[in-house]
């Protein structure tokens, strides 16, 4: 039994790839990862740079689909749209290429709130295509503090948004519980170091289990510690399979994730 893959399927939709300027990560690399991946039984991850977060967005995009194209099947890639950096170029390259399978933003790192106009495209190319958008979610953040979200819901109410971290801290999970609630078009997603099993069940008793879903920050916060919080949550078996996987796999539907019917591997 020793080295048994796990049985129940898992889809991590928010993941990192490389070294971060700010602090040390171990083992940041897309090989390492995958390994995690397999004794985790995670069947995708989907990435996004963080030298495309951090420093450029056009190589770091890059950086994302050569580790796709490294572990084909296996990872998945974002998007990375800075506001500063010729957002509508990006945006070209990810309609163009199909490796890439949802847009990441992060506006309180970029210093630019998510109800800005240089956003404004992001969110309308997320309403036509259904392209989802991680986001960066903080409690009382000026850019991305979780009741933004619902003026962006508001305008583009076909648009979905994932709160990235639900606002990481308790009050940020209950503000964004509160938001997810009112406007269909937002989703929960659960990782943060100050995440716990009640608050996944505060959000799935709120919002139904539907629109809440597993993601790990990985490698900044080991995979393996992201996915105890829900498998130990006070879930039903269904419930926790909705948040472990079949959420995701009903939103990226505008480019199926790998392991999906009809998706080649």
Known sequence: MIGRRPQRRVVDVHAHLGPYSLFYIPEPDAAAM????????????????NRAIQQD???????????VDAHPGRLAAYAVINPWQDPERELERLAADDRFVGIKVHP????YPVTGSRYAAVWAF???????????????????????????AAKYPRAAVILGHAGITPA????????????ESLWLEVCGSQMTGPLIMAMVERV???????????PFIDQRMSLGRVVCA??????????????????????????DPGVEQ
């Open 108 to 111: 309180t790192l970029h210093r």
């Open 172 to 183: 940020g999970v209950d503000e964004s519980i509160e938001a997810a609630a009112r406007h």
């Open 126 to 152: 997320a309403e036509e295509t259904g392209c989802p958008v991680l986001s960066h979610s903080e409690h009382q953040s000026a850019y991305d503090a979780p009741p933004l979200f619902e003026m962006v």
């Open 208 to 218: 139904g289990s539907q629109r809440v879903l597993f993601g790990s920050d990985f």
């Open 57 to 67: 967005a056009h190589l770091g995009n890059s950086q994302a689909l050569a580790a």
């Open 234 to 259: 006070p879930l039903t078996d269904g419930q926790r399979q909705d948040v472990l996987s079949g959420n995701a796999r009903r939103l990226f539907r505008w480019r199926p994730l790998p392991g």
């Open 34 to 49: 995958v390994g995690v991946m397999d004794r985790t039984g995670t069947e995708v991850t989907v990435v996004a740079a």
